[in-house]
């Protein structure tokens, strides 16, 4: 082949300003990896949860989509995403923070340990009076810490080791990979202390690294006639006090109460009534199994026309709705006294799952019961930080600055980019991040632990690069982010529905999955910039 009709194949710069087509434009996304390997859990998560025994087209018959599935597994998605919105946005600006995971530990223990303590400001002094001591003076207590509270006091702490890691990187110039794995050993070690030291009995010699006990904050109320209380215990009241409690019930309401708990013991009837025929049907299909390995052809004949015939029993009777069952239905209506509480710890779009029970007749366990009463909150707050995240990156100058600042830093700093400023900001928000995810923890459980947040911070990284990533900086999308968080947390739950094989292969998959997908998230970098 000639040179003249070998450079009619070469490429050119000014090729990649050409105009493409929307399936070239498409397959140029960096998220249609990740899109496609989401849609293959799903398809997996749906089939492989769908019970022994049973065929179904419809992957939301299986345990992986019935209603508490969608709750528990967006639950575990969420909280990692809310730290991957974090750790994919200082990638993107070349830097990375390996604490954010020990920081979450650390805003859990902090808040946990103030909201049961309170929280005191205490200067050491040394004091001779009785030889050398160091003694403490008492300059500020707050008892009684409310959440709020609790939560602003805790993004003190954690916003200002943030912004020292970025003030730190930037200034010294070494790697943030180093300082943040120093962080990430400090924060842990400080976390286990602490915990240690706070929650020690007199008859311990070495604390507890958990905080129990703490009340179900987001669901205490007020209560009618008898002040705050939580939620259960005001359902455990006697039953003189829950009647009066009814009393201020409004009409509207209790007319509302009467026609769900009717609606639920009704369908918890019929529930009950088809268990006890599919109890008979298999007792009758064990003793035809016998009777064939026995060769009694007679009692064959008898067991074979009594299936046929169907079975019948007794239908379970409603059981009724009393006065007591109201006032405990009523109680649960109350809202809760600590809104910040519940935003953080509560559910979501129960309207939504309340209709998919009564109406749709979908929300139902095999009892008969609502499955779930809703989304965790943490969803919500998952969505609200990744649509704040999405502006900034893709629709103000602040995100040209942390592409520009990933992307090349010495031409940033040339066209006047305060990349610097960038760089600790973004340290500030994983820190912002990391107490987020924390404080969804705190309230949701009431207790927290020395290993909140244990190794998060790969799985958040690990996220971001599945997501379309660059770990050299300068690309990838919030977009790309939620699909690899989604991905993460999705393989999670479906490799242990697959028989045969061992739930812990997910890791394999995700490690395969990691490395593919930086392979492949380096190609399309080079060949949106022109370089291949």
């Given amino acids: 082949m000639s040179s003249e009709t070998s450079n009619i194949f070469e490429r050119n710069e000014g090729d990649r300003h050409k105009e493409k087509n929307w399936f070239q434009t498409l397959l140029a996304r960096p998220e249609i990896g990740p899109f496609g390997v989401m849609l293959l859990l799903f398809g997996m998560l749906g089939y492989f949860s769908i019970p022994e025994g049973q065929f179904s087209v419809n992957p939301f018959t299986g ?12 639950r575990v998605i969420a909280q990692l995403g809310i730290i991957a919105l974090g750790a994919g946005m200082l990638i993107i600006s070349g830097e990375f923070d390996l604490s954010i995971g020990s920081m979450a530990g650390f805003a859990a223990g902090c808040m946990a340990m103030i909201l049961k303590w309170g929280f005191t400001i205490i ?38 080791f943030g912004w020292f890691q970025g003030w730190f990187i930037v200034k010294s110039g070494i790697s943030s990979f180093i300082v943040t794995l120093g962080g990430l050993f400090f924060l842990r070690g400080l976390t286990e202390v602490s915990y240690r030291a706070f929650n020690k009995r007199d008859d311990q010699t070495a604390g507890s690294t958990t905080v129990t006990d703490l009340p179900d904050i987001k669901n205490i109320i007020e209560v009618p006639g008898l002040g705050e209380m939580e939620r259960e215990t005001a359902k455990a009241l006697p ?10 019930a409004p009409d509207t309401t209790l007319t509302k109460i009467t026609e769900q708990l009717t609606y639920i013991n009704q369908k918890v ?55 007591l069952d109201l006032a405990k239905a009523y109680v649960d209506t109350l809202p809760t006294a600590r809104p910040v509480a519940e935003f953080f710890g509560g559910n979501i779009l129960q309207p939504v799952f309340d209709w998919l029970y009564y109406a749709v007749d979908w929300n139902v366990n095999n009892f008969g019961n609502r499955f779930a009463p809703g989304l965790y909150a943490c969803v919500m707050i998952w969505l609200i930080m990744a649509l704040f995240c999405y502006i900034v990156l893709s629709k103000t100058q602040a995100g040209n600055w942390i592409y520009s600042t990933g992307g090349n830093l010495s031409a940033a700093r040339a066209n006047g980019v305060p990349t610097n400023r960038v760089k600790i900001s973004l340290f500030v928000f994983t820190a912002f991040c990391a107490t987020m995810f924390a404080a969804c923890q705190v309230f949701e459980v009431n207790t927290a632990d020395a290993a909140k947040g244990n190794l998060k911070e790969l799985e958040a990284i690990a996220a971001a690069v599945i997501g379309g990533v660059v770990l050299t900086g300068g690309f990838g999308t919030i977009l ?16 242990f529905y697959i028989p045969g094989i061992d739930g812990s292969f997910y890791r394999v998959f995700l490690g395969a999955v990691l490395v593919s997908a930086a392979l492949t998230n380096e190609n399309i970098r080079k060949r949106i910039i022109g370089s291949v």
């Fill in 269 to 323: 009837a019929v529930t009950k009534t088809m268990m006890q025929e599919e109890k008979m049907l298999q007792t009758l299909q064990r003793s035809l199994d016998n009777a064939i390995r026995s060769g009694n052809e007679a009692m064959q004949k008898m067991l074979q026309a009594k299936i046929d015939a169907g079975i019948e029993v007794q239908a379970v009777q409603a059981k009724a709705v009393t006065d």
């Fill in 123 to 160: 200067i050491p002094y040394p004091s001779f009076s009785d030889g050398f001591t160091i003694e403490g003076l008492r300059v500020f207590e707050i008892q009684n810490v409310s959440p709020l509270t609790a939560i602003l006091i805790t993004l003190c702490l954690t916003l200002s």
């Fill in 239 to 248: 039953n003189d006090q829950l009647l009066e409690i009814l009393k201020s």
């Fill in 63 to 74: 345990e992986g989509f019935n209603a508490l599935g969608i709750r528990n597994n967006f």
């Fill in 480 to 495: 790309g982010i939620l699909l690899g968080t989604v991905i993460f947390g999705i393989a999670k739950e479906a490799f």
